[in-house]
């Protein structure tokens, strides 16, 4: 069994240091994390990266990130360059600035158990000034650019060749039908085209992770979504809104098993909850 953990820390110093104790007193393998800062200067040494450096980007201040946090699995990363149309095998083409990281991940010993873990955050990006338009931005622009960035490993016509695992931030409401906080019909495509990639929705959902007291304006009442976000100001008690996601490819998806901890008590010190996933190497 390898367990991985997915979270957006914020650019946060102690979700660090909550990751170290995971993995050693929780057996956690691997962290697919989003708005990543560089780590407490004590835990560099810690916490493993490639080269043990963290990048000093100019562009952007925080970024998506596969790190390995065990000795129990190998994680070797693909390192983001321009989307050109021949990538090197150790490269990935990246479109969106800090949207997406991956890294094949190999449990020690079982080679053929490897697959391929991926990050994503879908930055809300602004309409152009042209349009004049009162948006704050929208999340589904950056969505698509993660699933163009990640058909790269699509390249077979049986989705269970490939072994992806895709967990983040999308920055939208699953199953969407009012217009308060989301743009339902345009949100719905990207369900769709995760769908299309063969990479199947893992939630989490109920009862897979505690919901919310209330339910939120923009979907069903009947709604299986788990709250994985707080806003500032709220409690974790009061946590509404399900933004974070799991997907893995369709045949590939029966052996990984997804939970929000979003328990009060475990929420953790960001204000997105950890998601816990956990891939049956069998």
């Not at 660090?16 to 780590?39: F, I, N, T, Y």
């Not at 916490?47 to 970024?63: G, P």
């Amino acid at each position: 069994m390898i367990r991985l953990v997915s979270w957006n820390i914020g650019k946060r110093d102690k979700p660090w240091r909550e990751l170290h104790e995971m993995a050693r007193r929780e057996k956690v393998d691997v962290a697919l994390l989003q708005e990543a800062g560089s780590p407490p200067g004590d835990l560099v040494g810690m916490i493993q990266a490639e080269d043990h450096e963290f990048w000093n980007r100019h562009l952007y201040d925080r970024w998506p990130l596969v790190l390995p946090l065990s000795d129990r699995v190998k994680v070797e990363s693909f390192r983001e360059v321009p989307p050109i149309s021949d990538l090197g095998a150790d490269a990935i083409g990246v479109s969106g600035i800090g949207t997406i990281a991956a890294a094949k991940v190999t449990p020690l010993g079982r080679p053929k158990a490897a697959f391929r873990a991926v990050s994503m955050y879908a930055r809300w990006m602004k309409p152009h000034p042209s349009t004049r338009s009162s948006w704050n931005g929208a999340s589904d622009v950056s969505a698509h650019r993660i699933l163009s960035d990640l058909s790269a490993f699509i390249g077979h016509v049986n989705p269970a060749k490939h072994r992806i695992l895709a967990a983040g931030d999308l920055n939208m409401f699953y199953g969407a039908t009012g217009e308060c906080l989301s743009l339902p019909e345009r949100e719905r495509t990207v369900w769709d085209r995760f769908k299309a990639l063969g990479l199947e929705f893992l939630g989490p959902q109920a009862p897979n992770g505690r919901q919310a007291c209330t339910t939120p304006a923009d979907v069903p009442q009947d709604t299986r979504n788990v709250p994985t976000f707080c806003p500032p100001g709220k409690s974790a008690a009061e946590a509404r809104d399900q933004l974070d996601y799991a997907f893995a490819s369709r045949g590939f998806h029966k052996s990984v098993t997804v939970r929000a901890l979003n328990e009060v008590e475990e929420w953790g010190s960001s204000d997105h909850c950890r998601i816990l996933i956990e891939v049956d190497t069998g």
